[in-house]
Every structure is written in structure tokens, then in C-alpha cells.
């Protein structure tokens, strides 16, 4: 009956745990989707008058400050403590949003969509390594695709918002600072409840803090005895790596290090390849030219943001059941199918009623396969490849790369879709998402029901057999 009920105590406060921190994740999504309804109010030219250049630049900006954030914040984390960085995250997201809504011109608005992009990066490091860390093996894969649900969820929220404030103050050209205000208040709620969570136990161990981590350890387990054996793995792992120390830029020229950086760069990249943000910020532009209102295309763009939490639910439900990297095939080929079919339809049905309702039931089929299959396993692989000494340097430089692969498809997308077209601009991205599939099935490594240090081992000894099969090759010669 005890174990029962500390067990029912741990579950309890590791989801207030998950929750709490998953409110980054909650502004993470807000802020990149709140833009998406804001855009053609923000471009009139009584508001700040937007080429399609400037629109990138605007959209985009948030990009470039997430990519530097994403970099800073792995060396923050690793340093100050996911806690604490998550904290400082909040506070930032605060006073971006408050500039943003108040920004006069096109010039404060990017240096402030920059600097939310700083939190935006830094969020999108720290929340899912804590989670990881936080979580024992059994949930680990759970809790950490909740913080993509929080993201998916924020834009679901945006997009509603940007809908409401459209069809009842459309009339008022300020409209977008009302949906850029918005994201102030979930920050506002993750800076109170992160006051109140602990440090992960691993970086408490990493740093020396052995009983705290203990403490942690015992309030998220589900006996004392599981805590002390978790925390002995934890030390184990940590002895084995003590001649890497804290790992600096330079300590990249060890091979298997330096091959598990690879595979994270080339997960994130894979995910951008699919085009997703362009739908997720310039998803009212696209239905817009395809056909629809504005108005319309802001009510249409809410049935993106459903399938987006929708199929996270499902994808959760399937990391129980199948591969991570057999999700990341499927939802790749599904991603790529739907943007050959947009592609194909804006070049077969132009000027046609039918137009706008097929590319937005294509879309939402490519959502369906993004947030439903890759969307779960980004975040879950980066969290789970990397040792605990690499994984905030290496999780910074993946996310990194990732961010400014956005940068670059944010800042070129309406410079393109205003130059070439639909049918030019998707068959990009289709190109792209089918060397994206070549990579997942020759190079990334199935990480489902190991633990982290299994994994790292692993790694390890994929350098020593491969050394062992040079040495024999030589030896032939």
C-alpha cells in the first residue's frame, strides 16, 4: 500500500513537472505560429508596410535569434542548470513579446522578433533535455514528445487567436499587436512554476551535488531503491567519461563524438527539408493565393493547427508502438507525397474554385504526417543520442543548424512564392524531403526502449569495430 502511494506521488509530480516546463515549449509554438495571422495586417501600409522581402525578414528574424539562442543555451545549460536557463528563457519571452506588440517600425520589430527567437532557441534546448533527464526510462519517450505536443498546442492556440482578433477586430489595421500580445501571458505562468521545480538530477550529478540529485531522484522514481540504482548508473557513466571533462568545441575530433554530432545535425535538417514552417507561418499567405479571403484563409488555417495537436496525440500513441526512426521514414514519405500533390494541384487546377480547398486538404494531410510521425521524434532522438557530458554542446549545434535552415526557407518563402509560384516553390521541398528519407534509413540509429548510457556505449564501440575491421583490411593488404 506504501509503494503504491509513493508510486502515485512520483507519477503526480512528474507531471506537474512535465506541465510546468512544457510551457516553453507552449511560447515556442505561439510565437512562430502567431505570425502567420498577423503577417497581412502587420503588411498594410498604415501598419508597417511589408514587401515580400521585409515579410521573410519579419518572419525569419525569430529564426536567427532561435539558432544563436539554440547554440548559447546548450553551454548555458550545461553550465548554470536547465532549471535556471529555463527561467532566464521565461523572462525574455516576456519582454520580446511586450516590444514586439509595441514595436513602431519594421526595425524594432525584427530586433525584437530576433531576441524572442533567442528564447524561442533557447526552449527549444533546455526543456526537452530536462524533460529527458527528469524522466525515468519507461516515460522518458512520453514526456518528452509532450513538449512537442505544448508546441503544436501554442500554434493550434495561435491560430485560433489569430481568427477571433480577425473576424471581430479586422476592421481595426492594429489588430496584429493584439495577437502578438498574447504570448506575454504564458510566460508570465512558466517563470512562477519553474520557481518551483528542481534541477535535473543528472546535471546535480554532473556538477557534484550527489545527494540533491538523490533527493530528485527519490521524489520522481517510484521507489528509493530504483533512485539509488539510477543515480549509481548516472555516476558510472560520468566515471567512464571523466577523461572527456566538459566537452568544448575541440573535443568534436573525437570520432564517435563527432559522429553522433553528424546524426543529430542530420536529423534536424531532415525535419526542415519537409517545408513545415512554411506552412506553419506563411499557412494564410498560401491559402490566400490559392484562393480564399483573408478571413476565410484565417478560419481555414484553425483546421491546420487541430490536425497539428490531433496528430501529436497520435504519434504519441505510436512511439509505444513502432521505431522511432520507422515514424521518421513514414512521416517523410507522407510529407513529401502531400507536397507533390500541393505542387501538382496549383500548377493543374489555377484559377479554378477548387484550388484553395485541395491545397488546404493537403496541407493538412502534410500536418497530419509531420506532427503525427516526425514532429514526436525530432526532439525524442536529439534528447536521447547524446551522452549526458555532450548533450548540451551537441543538442545546441543541432538545433542550431536547424533554426538556420528555417532562417533561410522563412526568408526566401514569399521572395520565391511571389517569383515562381506554388508548383516551382513546393517541388523544392520535394526533392529535398527525399534525400531527407535516404539519410534516416542509411545513417540514424533506432534508439527506442535503450537507455541513454546503453546508447552512448553503443556509440562507443560502433568507433572500436570499425577501427578493428581498418586494422584487418590493412593487414590484407
Known sequence: MENKKANGNSQSFLRTVMIISTFGGLLFGYDTGVVNGALPYMSAP??????????????????????????????????????????WIAAIFFMAAMGCTLSPNVEVMVLCRFILGLAVGGASVSVPTYLAEMAPVERRGRMVTQNELMIVSGQFLAFICNALLGIFMGHAGHVWRYMLFMAAIPAVALWIGMKNMPESPRWLTLKGNISEALQVLKKTRQSDAKA?????????????????????????????????????????????????????????????????????????????????????????????????????????????????????????????????????????????????????????????????????????ICVFCLWIVDFFIGLSFPVLLSSFGLFSTFFVFVISGIIAMIFVKTCVPETKNRTLEELEQDFRQYKKSEAVVLEGKCGTK
Open 46 to 87: 498604415d501598419q508597417l508596410d511589408l514587401t515580400p522581402f521585409t515579410e521573410g525578414l519579419v518572419v525569419s528574424a525569430i529564426l536567427f535569434g532561435a539558432a544563436i539562442g539554440s547554440l548559447l543555451g546548450g553551454r548555458l545549460a550545461d553550465s548554470y542548470g536547465r532549471r535556471r536557463l529555463i527561467l
Open 228 to 396: 539509488l540504482a539510477e543515480l549509481n548508473e548516472i555516476q558510472d557513466s560520468l566515471s567512464a567519461e571523466a577523461n572527456i571533462k566538459q566537452v568544448g568545441f575541440k573535443e568534436l575530433n573525437t570520432p564517435w563524438i563527432r559522429r553522433i554530432v553528424f546524426i543529430g545535425i542530420g536529423v534536424a535538417v531532415a525535419t526542415r527539408f519537409t517545408g513545415v514552417n512554411t506552412i506553419m507561418f506563411y499557412g494564410t499567405q498560401i491559402l490566400k493565393d490559392a484562393g480564399f479571403s483573408t478571413e476565410i484563409a484565417l478560419i481555414a488555417n484553425i483546421a491546420n493547427g487541430l490536425t497539428s495537436v490531433l496528430a501529436t496525440f497520435v504519434g504519441i500513441w505510436l512511439l509505444g508502438k513502432i521505431g522511432r526512426r520507422t515514424m521518421f521514414l513514414l512521416g517523410l514519405g507522407g510529407t513529401t507525397i502531400s507536397l507533390l500533390c500541393i505542387a501538382v494541384a496549383s500548377l493543374y487546377l489555377v484559377g479554378t474554385n477548387a484550388l484553395p480547398f485541395v491545397v488546404l486538404f493537403l496541407t493538412i494531410t502534410f500536418l497530419a504526417f509531420m506532427q503525427g510521425c516526425i514532429g514526436p521524434v525530432l526532439w525524442l532522438i536529439l534528447a536521447e543520442i547524446f551522452p549526458l557530458r555532450v548533450r548540451g554542446l551537441g543538442m545546441g
